[in-house]
């Protein structure tokens, strides 16, 4: 067996030249220097960490250095890094990172990130990893800085894309990788034919979904460890609902994913105490409510109506203002709105005039002065955002807005001033992901959303590892509305609020989460009686505590590592 | 490395390269900086230009390095220092940098009847590093002497407890080499080859198996995709992650003039 031997000549070079011109010479002392220098630098194993000893700002946990060891040692540096929400992915991948750049196998690296992580990405690398990272602003920064941290959308379009491409990375990393499970996306392909000598994909959601997606992510990473398209399809199906309903393409996929959950790290997490607070309508907030009922009873509504219907009522339990701007649009829509149609919205509108307070808002207030500290209120509407925001202003809270929309130096000014100056936070669901605010730990969930993933990720925007204190969760729901009964049968019985994540994880893959929220739409918009509502919600609930029980069955073994 | 090492360490630095101690504490130093290492360290280009313009006068910085925090007073402002701190990285590349080629003569004074003979040697201290998608490196150190072509391992530990001096010394004299440096360096270099190959490759073995195994793994996978664009992408990315080299490079070196009876 042989090897490729270089030696490096350069050396020789200069030494002739130095000869030639009688100097300059080196001095002893730091000749001795260098030498010692190089013996303690040098790394005279390919096991085992080099990064810890290099990161005195940084205690990684004992699951994070498994993981960093697996990555390196036996992954050959492909990973899919997919650790519950909170454990510290990131720093799993600064640990790898770090330990490749020690031994000098990445130089230029490529970090992915949402727009919103960018900053933090960049400040955590510099801080805690001592890696010279630097956000991506000038187009220049591509070739000339070694380690970009960049957000997809900026680094797929040109003159970006071109430039990057022609970048020979050693390292690629990217964060939030599940928005990459649809293989026709444009994201998608950038990333396809990016040069992944060393990759890793970090992703807290990714066993919740379909085969499909989980062959595009393998894919992405290691093209043909699941096969062919046409052999993987023949042999699974496309729309199964999870990898563990297969023991052989599960342990294929452990190969390359590493998965923690929370109770497998054996951390002490502080606890979550969520508190139900079950709020009244005012007669005209009731009125208004009703109202939209009887919008069903009209024939002439186009066929996408049930979910409006659906859309309203939910509303109708956050903000007038959130019924007000949807019915705006419900009407903007039609062309030729019919005389019934304009008739029925003139009378809700007509309601939500009638409307002058809010209870929720009113029960909010009363909260944050209560706690008088750092809160963060989740609404689903921009409307009731906004609304808010004016109406804590009026009572002397500051407050600021967070919406996933927000560019990203906004957001991380938005976040820089709930730190510093305001004391409630303002985020509509899309605010929700990315951004990590541990320093606050009320959260008030303002309305509900149907997803209870998206209800881990505003909870796992604080209850995460840097949190401190026990996280207070209150979750409002106005008595006898949709809201009422989503809270009750969906929340209470299947306990998913003090539920840790893994747990919820793995019920919800069994059961295909975007499908809850269908159910319930289903349900909620078809069902002619509450009787009918009730029975169909115990129905779910049961299906819920089936998959819960199933999953107890089988022990840990559907979502081990091997 | 530990503190106690770094701060040896810094302490040396500093002291060979003539910079002036304005606090030496146990747990910190603060040193002022030559114009030389103010250069060297401290990034600020544009200074030294501007004053180079303007022919103002130079005022080196002051750095005060910190390498026991918690028995470090309060005020005393500095740079935390330690094993993975970029300023650390910084001077240990300046050390290699700054010492990357010598000579040196052994301090044997003779006397105006018996002159000392010194001896030329090559010598080459090298890092070789095995890399596949893993890396580890060894250290060596090789002399050669350059007139009989004698090689010796370990030289620069060999060498450690030799006087020695960078003028040649009264009354000794230096032989001529018979042996160029260039083709001294080679010599060197066919022997760390040699011995290389003579060793154990199991881990170059192993590293292209994982990498036959994902090249079968890719083949497959665009069997029936029509991309070869992304395919050589895909396959390139494999070889650069997978294929074992071995590279030799220079720490550093030089000419050495010893007695006959040094090494």
């Known amino acids: 067996m042989t090897v490729q031997i270089t030696f490096d000549s350069s050396w020789q070079d200069e030494l002739l030249n130095r000869m030639d011109n009688d100097g300059p010479w080196g001095s002893w002392e730091l000749y001795k220097l260098a030498i010692e220098v190089e013996k303690q630098t040098i790394i005279p194993e390919f096991e085992g960490l080099q990064a810890p000893k290099h990161l005195s700002q940084l205690t990684p946990l004992p699951h994070q250095l498994e993981v960093a060891k697996q990555v390196v040692e036996n992954m050959n540096g492909k990973a899919i890094l997919a650790d519950e929400v909170g454990l510290g992915k990131t720093i799993e991948a600064g640990l790898i990172l770090k330990e490749y750049m020690i031994r000098g196998l990445v130089k230029k690296a490529l970090i992915l990130v949402p727009a919103s992580l960018v900053s933090q990405w960049v400040m955590e690398l510099n801080s805690k990893f001592f890696i010279p990272a630097v956000a991506q602003r000038k187009s220049y920064v591509w070739e000339s800085c070694d380690v970009v941290v960049s957000s997809i959308d900026t680094a797929k379009r040109n003159p970006h894309r071109d430039i990057i491409y022609e970048q020979n990375y050693d390292m690629v990393i990217i964060d939030e990788a599940h928005k990459l499970k649809n293989s026709k996306t444009k994201n998608y392909e950038f990333v396809q034919n990016l040069k992944k000598k060393f990759c890793l994909l970090l992703t807290a959601t990714p066993i919740q979904n379909r085969v499909s997606e989980i062959f595009n992510l393998v894919s992405l990473l290691k093209p043909g460890h699941l096969g062919s398209e046409s052999a993987f399809y023949g042999k699974y199906k496309k729309d199964a609902r999870s990898i563990d309903d297969d023991e052989h393409l599960r342990e294929l996929v452990n190969k390359v994913m590493i998965r923690n959950r929370r109770e497998d790290t054996g951390i002490e997490w502080t606890k979550r105490h969520v508190e139900t607070i079950p709020i009244e309508f005012t007669k005209e907030e009731q009125d208004l409510y009703n109202s939209i009922r009887t919008l069903t009873e009209d024939t002439h509504l186009p066929s996408a109506s049930s979910f409006s219907i659906m859309t309203l009522q939910r509303e109708a339990c956050s903000s007038r203002e959130a019924v007000y701007y949807t019915l705006k649009n419900m009407i903007k829509r039609q062309e030729t709105p019919s005389a019934i149609f304009e008739g029925k919205i003139a009378s809700i509108i007509k309601k939500v005039e009638a409307v002058t307070t809010n209870s929720k808002a009113a029960k909010t207030l009363e909260l944050i002065q209560e706690i008088g500290d750092k809160v963060i209120i989740f609404t689903e509407y921009r409307a009731t955002q906004l609304y808010l925001q004016w109406f804590l202003q009026q009572h002397g809270i500051s407050s600021v807005p967070f919406r996933g929309g927000f560019k990203r130096g906004k957001k991380d000014w938005m976040r820089e001033l709930f730190e510093k100056r305001a004391q409630v936070l303002i985020a509509t669901e899309a605010g929700g992901e990315g951004i990590n605010l541990q320093f606050c730990h009320h959260i008030i969930n303002f309305d509900l959303p149907w997803n209870p993933m998206r209800l881990e990720q505003r909870i796992g925007r604080i209850h995460r590892l840097g949190q401190e204190k026990d996280v207070k969760i209150y979750n409002f729901a106005i008595k006898n509305t949709v809201e009422d009964h989503i809270l009750k049968l969906l929340y209470e019985k299947i306990n998913l609020f003090e539920k840790v994540i893994g747990d919820l994880d793995d019920i919800l893959t069994r059961l295909d989460v975007g499908k809850v929220e269908d159910h319930l739409v289903d349900i909620f918009s078809q069902s002619s009686s509450e009787g009918e509502i009730k029975i169909k919600m115990d129905n779910l609930t049961s299906m819920i505590q089936f998959a819960e029980e199933m999953r107890e069955g089988d022990g840990h073994a559907a979502t081990g590592n091997t | 490395m530990q503190q106690q090492e770094i701060h040896d360490f810094l302490l040396r630095y500093f002291e060979a390269n003539h910079c002036e101690f304005v606090k030496s504490e146990p747990s910190y130093m603060t040193v002022q900086l030559t114009e030389e290492m103010d250069k060297e360290l401290m990034n600020r280009p544009f200074y030294w230009h501007y004053l180079e313009k303007t022919g103002g006068i130079p005022q080196p910085m002051q750095l005060t390095l910190v390498t026991d925090a918690p028995k470090t007073p309060e005020d005393v402002k500095g740079e935390n220092i330690h094993f993975g701190s970029p300023r650390l990285h910084q001077i240990f590349t300046s050390t290699k940098k700054l010492a990357g080629?010598?000579?040196?003569?052994?301090?044997?004074?003779?006397?105006?009847?018996?002159?000392?003979?010194?001896?030329?040697?090559?010598?080459?201290?090298?890092?070789?590093?095995?890399?596949?998608?893993?890396?580890?490196?060894?250290?060596?150190?090789?002399?050669?002497?350059?007139?009989?072509?004698?090689?010796?391992?370990?030289?620069?530990?060999?060498?450690?407890?030799?006087?020695?001096?960078?003028?040649?010394?009264?009354?000794?004299?230096?032989?001529?080499?018979?042996?160029?440096?260039?083709?001294g360096v080679m010599r060197i270099e066919n022997l760390l080859k040699t011995q290389i190959n003579e060793e154990d490759h199991t881990w170059a073995e192993e590293a292209r198996q994982r990498w036959k195994k994902d090249k079968d793994l890719l083949d497959h996978f665009y069997k029936e995709i029509d991309d070869t664009d992304s395919y050589e992408i895909e396959k390139q990315a494999l070889k650069l992650?997978?294929?074992?080299?071995?590279?030799?490079?220079?720490?550093?070196g030089g000419l050495f003039y010893l007695t006959d009876q040094a090494i």
């Open chain 2, 241 to 252: 992650q997978y294929e074992p080299k071995i590279n030799i490079s220079v720490i550093n």
């Open chain 2, 101 to 183: 080629y010598i000579r040196l003569y052994e301090n044997k004074q003779g006397s105006p009847g018996r002159q000392t003979p010194l001896l030329p040697w090559l010598c080459l201290n090298v890092k070789i590093s095995y890399q596949c998608d893993r890396k580890r490196d060894i250290y060596q150190s090789i002399g050669l002497q350059m007139i009989n072509g004698r090689m010796v391992p370990d030289f620069h530990d060999q060498i450690l407890s030799l006087s020695l001096t960078p003028k040649i010394p009264d009354y000794a004299f230096t032989l001529s080499p018979l042996i160029k440096p260039k083709s």
